[in-house]
């Protein structure tokens, strides 16, 4: 008998008892659906924390001032300065001593009032130089970025990220122009694209481009010192930060130079900075992390599929022998018009492969729109990869062998005289 | 004439709860190519046991069974399965028909697991139907048939592989009278053509058919009435 016959007979056979066909396959059904739809999600939210830590330079290692916790403080005075984080010499000890790095370039946050015309709006003020574009990868909408004699001369110019662009300078083109910020005006030189990494991110892993404003280093520290006034609710407090970040990019990209120079930065900011006040952020170790979690995942969620196309299995399992013993007389009829034992073992296995397989099939189709609808309601970003979906597929097919071998030899091992004589 | 079938000293025990059942005890029996044999007796006799090794579905305890010349007493159970496929036809009291496949569909089921190829098979059970009378039933489920209809379905299916030996279990047992001896007339036609016919039945009219009527007792052969 050929194949495709054993299979549309065995159809046949299924569709004489749909209902019954159908609930069976639920279970196979609902497995390969969750099956590829948390494989999506998970896939999805993986791919998403990978990117955001690529955004940060996959060759880069990121130093951040952190502000101490309060409490050795808080019985101080309000109006003493509270000093910590990266200094000049941190940059500079960096640079002399630290092997395999290309680049160190240092940053500084202040937070501002910016005006242009009626418009004010919150923003931040950062000073760097001009290899920071380059490192922090921005990129240019239109002027130029700051430039190395731009900090000599301490220059008044800026360079807009792209929500401070739009939020100030509704129909004017903003280069040329002149803005406030703080105290002081400075001539916007160029304005950033839209890098839109979103506003919640991880604290410290940049996502704040959008919304700052660049001058030259040199002018920031001419106009603010080191000092820089916070108020909050009537109270005002200093701190002094010479630096609040550091991006060093690595000569190489390679994980083992990046770690050695992971390991040598650890090891400098340790000895200057005991209390803590600095932290190291390497997004390739944070890749590391997002696609070494994404495998834990992988495989719980390979254990809880398993288990529910085991129970899957087992349905079908189950009613295929009861299907056995309702077609005992059948089975004996066969077997007395010359079927072998293979014959009735392939019939009944074509039965349980072309159920599993359907079940499949149809988890397919609803793990596919799962995540599709789970990403339109609720804007989470989900994966479907090829991957998955030829595992779920192969697992239905795999369980129907599984647990469809033992029925069908339960079937082909019945006596023919026995199975004739059954009503 | 020569034997087509022949059983020596054949001997089926079953056990049964310590004891034994012998179920044939020693029989010697020759069916001529051509013959028609009816197989009477009590049930307990042995006559089903008989018809299940005559149909290659039992095997002898002891002694031999020869179909065609060739001792299937020894053949392991694929061989006996082709045996039952090209050589034998089985015609059962309750039809037997598959349920959900029409009447071509049955008729072709020996010959599926022949492995003859679907168009030809398809040629032949249209024959086989037609000769049976079963026009316009072709695509019919056997609940939508009479049982005459249905047994005249299951001759054909019966013939499919152009088998040395039909045996018929009780093929008219389901049937009124006048359906039973359509069907007899039937199978004696097909005896007529040259096929050797084994029938069993506890029905001395349906017996009566027969060239020749062995009487089981006991699993042993009790008498064997010739007809004149």
Redesign the interface.
């Given at each position: 008998?050929?194949t495709r016959?054993l299979f549309s007979l065995a159809w046949?056979?299924l569709w004489?008892h749909r209902l019954r066909s159908l609930l069976t396959v639920l279970g196979i059904v609902f497995g390969v659906a969750s099956v590829v739809a948390m494989l999506a999600i998970g896939e999805g939210a993986s791919e998403e924390a990978q990117d955001q830590f690529r955004r940060l330079g996959t060759r880069n290692l990121l130093l951040a001032s952190v502000k101490p916790p309060l409490s050795e403080e808080a019985g101080e005075s309000a109006s003493r300065v509270l000093r910590y984080g990266l200094l000049r010499k941190d940059l500079v000890g960096i640079r002399a001593t630290i092997p395999g790095i290309r680049r160190a370039v240092a940053r500084r946050d202040i937070p501002v009032q910016a005006r242009f015309g009626e418009r004010e709006i919150a923003t931040v003020l950062m000073g760097t130089t001009a290899e920071y574009a380059e490192v922090a990868n921005l990129r240019l909408l239109s002027g130029r970025f700051l430039m190395p004699s731009d900090d000599h001369a301490h220059k008044a110019v800026c360079v807009l990220g792209d929500a401070v662009a739009r939020k100030l300078f509704r129909a004017v083109d903003p280069v040329g122009q002149e803005i406030r910020a703080g105290t002081d005006y400075f001539r916007v030189v160029g304005m950033l694209a839209e890098r839109g990494e979103g506003t919640g991110g991880t604290a410290g892993l940049g996502g704040e481009s959008d919304n700052a404003i660049f001058i030259p280093m040199g002018t920031m520290q001419e106009r603010h010192g080191d000092n820089i006034r916070h108020v909050t609710s009537g109270s005002r407090s200093y701190e002094n930060v010479q630096l609040h970040r550091i991006t060093v990019e690595a000569a190489s990209e390679d994980e083992s130079s990046i770690a050695q120079v992971g390991g040598a930065l650890r090891a400098f900011v340790e000895s200057r900075h005991p209390k803590g006040d600095v932290r190291i952020t390497v997004p390739q170790e944070l890749i590391r992390q997002a696609k070494e979690s994404k495998r834990i995942f992988t495989v719980v969620l390979a254990c809880i599929a398993a288990i529910s196309l085991l129970v899957g299995g087992i349905g079908i399992m189950n009613i295929m022998l009861a299907t056995v013993v309702e077609r005992t007389?059948?089975i004996?009829?066969?077997?007395?018009?010359?079927?072998?034992?293979?014959?009735i073992v392939s019939q009944f296995l074509a039965e349980t492969v072309l159920l599993s397989v359907t079940g499949g099939l149809i988890g397919l189709a609803f793990g596919v729109l799962a995540p599709l609808a789970f990403t339109y309601l609720s804007g989470v970003r989900t994966v479907i990869t090829p991957f998955s979906l030829g595992l779920a597929f192969s697992i239905s097919a795999l369980v129907g062998v599984v647990f469809g071998l033992y029925p069908a030899a339960r079937a082909a091992g019945l006596d023919?005289?026995e199975a004739?004589r059954r009503e | 004439m020569s034997a087509v079938a022949e059983l020596c000293a054949a001997t089926r025990i079953y056990p049964m709860g310590g004891t034994e059942v012998r179920a044939l005890d020693g029989i010697d029996l020759r069916f001529e190519a051509g013959s028609y044999t009816a197989i009477m007796g009590a049930s307990g006799s042995g006559k089903s046991t008989m018809l299940n090794i005559l149909g290659c579905l039992d095997r002898l305890t002891t002694g031999r069974y020869l179909l065609g010349g060739r001792d299937v007493s020894v053949l392991d159970d694929d061989d006996l399965s082709a045996e039952r496929n090209r050589r034998l036809g089985f015609v059962f009291q309750a039809y037997n028909l598959i349920p959900h496949l029409t009447v071509l569909e049955n008729i072709e089921v020996p010959m599926e697991y022949a492995g003859v190829a679907p168009s030809q098979a398809r040629e032949r059970s249209v024959a086989l139907a037609s000769r049976m009378g079963l026009q316009g039933r072709f695509d019919h489920r056997p609940t939508e048939l009479s049982g005459g209809q249905q047994q005249r379905v299951a001759i054909a299916r019966s013939l499919a592989n152009d088998p040395m030996v039909l045996l018929a279990d009780e093929p008219t047992g389901n049937l009124d009278s006048r359906t039973g001896k359509e069907i007899l007339a039937v199978l004696e036609e097909l005896n007529t053509q040259g096929r050797t016919l084994i029938v069993v039945t506890h029905d001395a009219h349906v017996a009566a058919h027969a060239d020749r009527t062995v009487v089981m007792l006991d699993g042993r052969i009790q008498r064997v009435e010739e007809r004149a």
């Open positions: 008998m050929t016959r046949k056979s004489l007389r059948e004996g009829v066969r077997r007395a018009l010359g079927a072998r034992r293979a014959n023919p005289v004739l | -």
